[in-house]
Nanobody, 124 residues
Framework: VQLQAFGGGLVQAGGSWSLSCAAS????????VEWYRQAPGKQRELVAA???????NYADFVKGRFTISRDNAKNTMYLQMNSLKPEDTATYYC???????????????????WGQGTQVTVSS
């Protein structure tokens, strides 16, 4: 299974931007998905989470500004970012808990996967 993030770029403060992350491989279904970010010199931090049932959780610093969503048919997750601030500048990573089909045993395995990260830079 691979997660590939798309959409990084340069945006002005106050603007909007969106990221996507597509999962591919021998996927049976995807459980929770999350977006994390890591700024230079800082630890990676959770930005937003979305369960398979539709429950969301946002970090306080993005509440009301960011929206996480998913398209299960496309195995893709999204992060819509509005009212961006310079402090939102970071490398954004997608993460997913995925049910895969073990071809050797025909059973379902559950693993966590990370995307490669995509840079979002917010200019002041």
């Amino acid at each position: 299974v691979q997660l590939q993030a798309f959409g990084g770029g340069l945006v002005q403060a106050g603007g909007s931007w969106s990221l996507s992350c597509a999962a591919s491989g021998r996927i049976r279904s995807i459980n929770a998905v999350e977006w994390y970010r890591q700024a230079p010199g800082k630890q990676r931090e959770l930005v937003a989470a979305l369960s398979s049932g539709g429950s969301t959780n946002y970090a306080d610093f993005v509440k009301g500004r960011f929206t996480i969503s998913r398209d299960n048919a496309k195995n893709t997750m999204y992060l819509q970012m509005n009212s961006l601030k310079p402090e939102d500048t970071a490398t954004y990573y997608c993460h997913a808990n995925v049910n895969t089909i073990n071809i050797r045993t025909s059973r379902i395995d559950v693993h966590d996967y990370w995307g490669q990260g995509t840079q979002v830079t917010v200019s002041s």
